[in-house]
């Protein structure tokens, strides 16, 4: 515990945030759209995506299980947020848990927040307060902006499916907000506030 606590207080600490709404986003459009179950592939999100095809949609589940799993299939986002949503936070990939049940950024005094949305400038920053270099991230094709999908994707959730999802992200959001005030209740039009 001593050492611990000497890290604790002589490293520099950093965490990358995202929007809590896009980060949700993300992790489905990366891990399940346009993925389809691998039959021969036996991990985490394979497992994750035969749980949610079996419990809500079981007949495309029989139909795919009497084709001896050969018809693509993957979640939609709707049957995504209902899996979120009957899950513990503890039992979900880390891909999917919300940063304060990865990071405890209640628990830990963290040195330095970036936005994800901020890149490639908050690596600028980091570089600068250690005098590293700038390197070669800078010529690194800008990532697809999840943040413009949003819109496609959250206002096509049933009201209860958006009463989910701000369950699952409110705590999330509240900590975002307040390290960047600016973007405060942009989930309003895309979920509501409940």
Same mark, same amino acid.
């Given at each position: #515990? ?5 890290? %604790? ?8 945030? !995202?929007?809590? %709404? ?20 036996? &991990?985490?999100?394979?497992? *994750?995506?035969?749980?949610?095809? $079996? ?6 589940? @029989?139909?795919?299980?009497?084709? &001896? ?8 986002? /709707?049957?995504?947020?209902?899996? =979120?949503?009957?899950? @513990? ?9 919300? =940063? ?14 970036? /936005? =994800? $949305? =901020?890149?490639? &400038? +908050? ?5 600068? #307060? ?7 991230? !800078?010529?690194?094709? *800008? ?8 819109? $496609?994707?959250?206002? #096509?959730?049933? +009201?209860?499916?958006? $009463? ?7 705590? +999330? ?16 039009? %895309?979920? &509501?506030?409940?």
């Amino acid at each position: #515990k001593a050492e611990r606590d000497e890290k %604790l207080a002589s490293y520099f600490k950093f965490v990358m945030t !995202r929007n809590p %709404l896009e980060r949700i986003l993300s992790a489905y459009r990366n891990k399940f759209e346009n993925h389809p179950i691998d039959p021969k592939v036996s &991990g985490v999100f394979d497992e *994750a995506k035969i749980e949610m095809i $079996k419990k809500y949609r079981p007949k495309v589940y @029989s139909r795919w299980e009497e084709s &001896g799993r050969t018809i693509k299939v993957f979640p939609t986002f /709707n049957e995504f947020i209902r899996y =979120l949503d009957s899950h @513990s936070y503890y039992e979900l990939d880390t891909h999917f848990r919300p =940063l304060q049940y990865i990071c405890h950024p209640c628990v830990f005094q963290y040195d330095f927040y970036a /936005n =994800l $949305k =901020l890149m490639p &400038g +908050e690596f600028d920053r980091l570089f600068e #307060k250690f005098n590293i270099p700038q390197n070669s991230f !800078r010529n690194q094709p *800008a990532a697809h902006d999840t943040g413009s999908l949003m819109p $496609k994707y959250f206002t #096509k959730l049933s +009201e209860a499916e958006k $009463k989910m999802v701000y369950r699952f992200v409110h705590q +999330e959001l509240e900590f975002y907000y307040h390290i960047y005030p600016e973007e405060r209740d942009m989930h309003i039009p %895309l979920i &509501g506030n409940f």
